[in-house]
């Protein structure tokens, strides 16, 4: 992605951004990565840096630990891996064991959380852990990065010699000592070491007795340092066994460095992964900080920020407590250029950076402060012309740069330009300045370009009705409490507010009323329209949110309503299922009775002798099943042209007996008792045995006939 002018990631403060990134970094790696974050135009590159710092920031937020703990620079350590014949310390080999146990850790951690985050996991498809480096400084460094005693044959023997030499020495040096302490020989400090050499402290005047090697003498020449005679070949023993150790242990840490030099390719990798996971862990960092998230990409140019802010001025009024008001902006084909007027100071400028910046984080890599549902497209250029452009090296003017500026946008934007111009023709006559900021705006319409303007001219703030892909935004201001109110309202201009700030500032009343009686003078009349304009729409925006809130309420009432309407239907349903089911099974009981009687019957003809009383419990079992046949046909018929109800029965209701079926009219309920008229006939009824009906509907009634 081109910027313009150079320092245009400056003016929208990215640098400020980058800056922040970089203090979530805790590797050398990661930071310089931050130093070489570049704007890309390939939506599959910015897709993926988005989708991996979403991740981490998932990871982050679960509290979940990503085990990439190794922060080192060893830059410099595989650079000599990579020279023939260069060694590294025992501290510089255990960085190497440190780094690959690291790759190992994260490799691991993958295959615990497999397929959970793809886009950070497809880093390291490629890497394979090799255990080998590990197990290779294990065998002679120990943890402090010192080579092991064990390291070698040799190493062990003259570590072993050396150890009774030392021991031998000590002994023996103890025992001069105290005979010289004895004497009164020795100065206060006793001992020291010069030259590597272990010596005695004595008093200059005593120099000549002690019989040895004199190796110095302290800055008052009152005390020497005399190796005695009687450790001089022990000490040369010492020395040389100390010798032949370094000699060692060089050899040990040469053939270690070049056993893994081998590694060296699969070592750099190493590095180079850690140092991005460490870097996309930083975008996860800041993104938790002010609040950023993925917004929806599109392939083609296109702004449409929801709830978005200036993530600088958020993190800043989160320190203080401040409430952050959130920036809706939308630009695309058919809104190609948004020109926003209003207040001076009431966030025209802070609006059009906000939109600015977070194009140039999200084309950088970077969550944005704005609510997910925000769509951004990609851009091959911004431009930017924000703030004094005059420069004193060229002798330009603060307009002569502005047409300079002006030049190049009109030279190479095209519809993948995104484009921000703050006070467009500041710095000329009003007339002429408007007249070329018109024409300049209209040009950029032509080109397709998306951006937002800053502006006072009244004639730009009347174009958006006559020239297609322009509108109108206002910032908004609190005319009553003389407070600008950092809100910006789509499809409309705003006024400056000019009588209202110059109140604010306390200039006198008497000057301010005559600007007024100035202002009714020609094209000033239309500053005064858009400010009644703006209070207006105020009103009525008070207005419509008073009117949604009465609207969702009554939405609300009415599925409440819909909701015990439909549960009172389903309780009678229900009513009228148990009643159905009751008589079934009524009828069922009834039915078993009547086959165990008929059983009965059969065993009482084949053992009774008095055969005529057996006929006759027969024609009594016989009869109440022509009872019953009866019943259900009557059932049949009262089925046809009524159908059950259920519920309480009330005075009127139509009700039905449960057994013989007759349906009559309910004229009175006493406590179980009631009185039913069947034709013109009452009868006093138990209320138990019947149920409510009704008369079907007419389809049934056709049906009939």
């Not at 993190?315 to 020109?339: A, C, S």
């Not at 449960?658 to 009452?682: C, D, F, W, Y």
């Amino acid at each position: 992605m081109q910027l313009y002018p150079a320092n245009a990631s400056e003016s929208l403060e990215f640098e400020k951004i980058k800056t922040l990134l970089a203090e979530k970094c805790r590797s050398d790696a990661a930071k310089e990565r931050v130093r070489a974050l570049k704007f890309n135009s390939k939506i599959d590159f910015i897709e993926r840096a988005l989708l991996q710092a979403s991740e981490f920031r998932s990871i982050l937020q679960t509290g979940d630990y990503f085990p990439n703990d190794f922060t080192r620079n060893v830059e410099k350590e595989l650079q000599l891996l990579a020279i023939e014949g260069a060694t590294l310390s025992g501290q510089q080999l255990l960085f190497m064991k440190e780094l690959a146990l690291n790759i190992r850790n994260i490799l691991t951690w993958f295959g615990n959380h497999k397929g959970l985050f793809p886009q950070i996991e497809a880093l390291c498809e490629k890497i394979t852990y090799e255990k080998e480096i590990a197990s290779v400084v294990e065998a002679v460094i120990d943890e402090q990065g010192n080579v092991r005693d064990n390291a070698s044959r040799d190493l062990m023997h003259i570590r072993t010699e050396l150890a009774a030499k030392r021991q031998q020495l000590r002994k023996m040096f103890e025992s001069i000592l105290r005979k010289l302490g004895k004497q009164g020989y020795l100065a206060d400090i006793s001992e020291g070491f010069l030259n590597g050499r272990r010596t005695v402290a004595i008093h200059a005047e005593h120099k000549r007795i002690v019989k040895g090697i004199l190796h110095g003498e302290s800055d008052t020449s009152r005390t020497v340092f005399i190796e005695p005679e009687e450790t001089i070949e022990l000490n040369n023993e010492v020395f040389s066994l100390e010798r032949s150790e370094s000699r060692e242990i060089r050899r040990i840490l040469n053939d270690t460095t070049q056993m893994l030099s081998v590694y060296q390719p699969q070592l750099f990798s190493y590095y180079q992964l850690c140092g991005l996971y460490e870097f996309i862990r930083a975008k996860g960092l800041l993104a938790i900080d002010m609040n950023a998230f993925m917004p929806r990409l599109s392939n083609h140019p296109t702004v449409n920020l929801v709830k978005a802010y200036h993530p600088l001025l958020l993190l800043n009024n989160l320190k203080q407590q401040k409430p952050v008001i959130p920036t809706y902006v939308k630009l695309d084909p058919e809104q190609r250029i948004l020109i926003i007027s209003g207040p001076n100071a009431g966030g025209k400028t802070v609006t059009m950076k906000t939109v600015g910046l977070l194009q140039m984080m999200l084309q950088a890599g970077l969550l944005v402060p704005a609510d997910p549902s925000s769509e951004m497209g990609i851009f091959r250029q911004i431009m930017i012309h924000i703030g004094d452009t005059q420069s004193i090296e060229h002798e330009l003017s603060t307009y002569s740069a502005h047409l300079r500026d002006m030049k190049y946008f009109m030279d190479f934007a095209n519809g993948k330009t995104l484009f921000f111009i703050d006070e467009l023709g500041s710095g000329s006559d009003p007339n002429l300045g408007g007249a070329f900021a018109e024409a300049i705006v209209e040009e950029l319409a032509a080109k397709h370009a998306l951006g937002i303007i800053t502006t006072h001219y009244l004639n730009l703030k009347v174009m958006a009705g006559k020239v297609k892909g322009i509108v109108n935004g206002a910032m908004m201001f609190d005319e009553e409490k003389l407070e600008p109110l950092y809100q910006l309202n789509i499809g409309k201009p705003g006024s400056s507010y000019t009588f209202a700030i110059a109140q604010r500032s306390g200039l006198s009343k008497k000057l301010i009323d005559r600007a007024r009686q100035l202002t009714e003078r020609n094209h000033f009349k239309l500053d005064k329209m858009l400010l009644q304009t703006e209070q207006q729409a105020q009103k009525l925006g008070n207005k419509e949110k008073e009117l949604q809130k009465l609207i969702k309420e009554n939405e609300d009432l009415k599925k409440e309503f819909q909701y015990l309407n439909d549960r009172e239907r389903r309780q009678q349903e229900q009513e009228v299922l148990k009643l159905q089911n009751k008589i079934k099974k009524e009828e069922l009981d009834y039915l078993r009775e009547m086959e165990r009687n008929f059983k009965q019957i059969i065993i009482d003809w084949k053992k009774s002798e008095n055969k005529g009383e057996v006929i006759k419990n027969a024609e009594n079992v016989l009869f109440k099943k022509r009872q019953i046949q009866m019943n259900q046909s009557a059932a049949k018929k009262a089925d046809k042209s009524f159908e059950l109800v259920g519920g309480d029965a009330k005075i009127g209701d139509l009700v039905r007996h449960k057994v013989n079926h007759q349906v009559g009219t309910l004229t009175e309920i006493r406590e179980k008792s009631a009185v039913v008229q069947i034709g013109k006939m009452p009868f006093n009824v138990q209320l138990e045995d019947w149920v409510v009906v009704r008369k079907r509907t007419e389809p049934n009634a056709k049906k009939k006939k």
